[in-house]
């Protein structure tokens, strides 16, 4: 399993599944568009803290961010 992909794929589904943009989601987050894009994209690892943040700017546990489908 590689986590960053894992993360990446679940990111962007929960994001897609909110209706919300990449711009919209990092406003959402305090993070910048090319940040989310680049986690989307298995191009970029992530803090706990930012995981954190972005749980809860999605509304759900950190957990199901690293669930493979």
Do not use: P, W
């Amino acid at each position: 399993m590689d986590i960053i992909k894992v993360f990446g794929d679940n990111l962007k589904k929960y994001r897609t599944a909110m209706g919300i943009s990449q711009e919209a989601f990092a406003d959402k987050c305090g993070m910048h568009r090319t940040y989310i894009s680049a986690i989307e994209c298995y191009r970029r690892s992530i803090s706990l803290e930012n995981i954190q943040r972005i749980a809860d700017a999605l509304g759900i546990e950190t957990y199901k961010l690293f669930l493979e489908e």
